[in-house]
Nanobody, 126 residues
Framework: QVHLVESGGGSVQAGGSLRLSCSGY??????VAWFRQAPAKVREGVAS????????????YYDDSVKDRFTISQDNAKNTAYLQMNGLKPEDTAMYYC?????????????????WGQGTQVTVSS
């Protein structure tokens, strides 16, 4: 059974860093993604990764707004995915969600994922 749990959120000043963790998606190759949702805004895809080391990072996708600042990774031994966020900006402030069980299509499309965590809040002050 999939039970996603996110951790690592917090409050930082602009330019700071945070690392989010997502566990509970179980073993075996699958696609895991990070999404975020700010108040009164739609949920948007941030990054996605395929949890299979033999895929050789070919299955990583980023939203343009976070490219070169965020890095998604995964540890198969721990069945945990990470989102390293550097150079944080106030516009990165949102609730960040982990999602798993992707049924195909665009990897950053929230409607393509079945399981979701409860979210972890990220707040960036200027």
């Amino acid at each position: 059974q999939v039970h996603l749990v996110e951790s690592g959120g917090g409050s930082v000043q602009a330019g700071g860093s945070l690392r989010l963790s997502c566990s509970g998606y179980g073993s075996g190759p699958k696609r895991v993604a990070w999404f975020r949702q700010a108040p009164a805004k739609v949920r948007e895809g941030v990054a996605s990764i395929y949890t299979d080391d033999t895929y050789n990072n070919a299955g990583i996708y980023y939203d343009d707004s976070v490219k070169d600042r965020f890095t998604i990774s995964q540890d198969n031994a721990k069945n945990t995915a990470y989102l390293q966020m550097n150079g944080l900006k106030p516009e990165d402030t949102a609730m960040y969600y982990c999602a798993a069980d992707f049924d195909g299509g665009r990897p950053l499309d929230a409607t393509r994922y079945k399981y979701w965590g409860q979210g972890t809040q990220v707040t960036v002050s200027s």
